[in-house]
């Protein structure tokens, strides 16, 4: 025989194994003495119930109770017979609470309203005009009087925006705990702290 006839066989021996280890019953454990027959047998292991076993054998007798709770009520569910079907006229009385449909034509006209007209051409005709005097002031050179005029305008605004406020205790004291948080551990730092 080649390779394939071994590997074959191998793994129906393997299977046939397997098969004769779930038939035979499960050896007895060792640490149990067998019982005489004047003893009384001790009481089997528990057997570990899984989750979902549980919740079954729960239901179970969940449907068990309802159905003894159902056949002491008695009776047929529904109608009882001794009481009379009302009469059809009733029925028929009730209002229908379905709308007749409304047809309306789609074919017709749909009103608009006018379009309006938008010359752009004016428009344009300032923008360009705009454009031309704005290159035309930015040809020459900047003389001394508009670094004047640019100085004023620029001394005029109010200084806050460029000043700094000063240091407060506060201030100071955040100041150190976020270098506490941000530094490295003191086990770490060099023995020199600059």
Do not use: C
Not at 71 to 81: E, H
Not at 157 to 179: E, F, N
């Amino acid at each position: 025989m080649d390779n394939k006839g071994l590997i074959l066989m191998g793994v129906v021996w393997f299977l046939f194994n397997l098969f004769a280890r779930k038939k035979r019953p499960p050896a007895r454990p060792t640490d149990q003495p067998r019982p005489t027959p004047g003893t009384a047998r001790p009481l089997p292991r528990p057997m570990k119930i899984d989750a979902t076993q549980r919740e079954g054998s729960q239901l179970e007798l969940l449907l068990r109770q309802l159905g003894r709770t159902l056949d002491q009520a008695g009776g047929p569910l529904g109608r009882l017979p001794d009481r009379p079907i009302p009469p059809a006229a009733e029925q028929e009385e009730r209002e229908s609470l379905e709308v007749m449909p409304v047809s309306r034509s789609l074919e017709t006209d749909v009103a608009r309203s006018s379009r309006v007209t938008v010359d752009q051409d004016d428009e344009a005709e300032r923008v360009i005009a705009r454009r031309v005097a704005d290159a035309e002031n930015r040809i020459g050179g900047r003389t001394k009087a508009d670094h004047l005029a640019f100085d004023q305008r620029i001394r005029q605004q109010p200084a806050d925006k460029t000043s700094t406020s000063g240091y407060t205790a506060r201030k100071l004291r955040q100041a150190v705990v976020w270098r506490e948080i941000l530094d490295p551990p003191v086990s770490l730092r060099d023995s020199v702290d600059p």
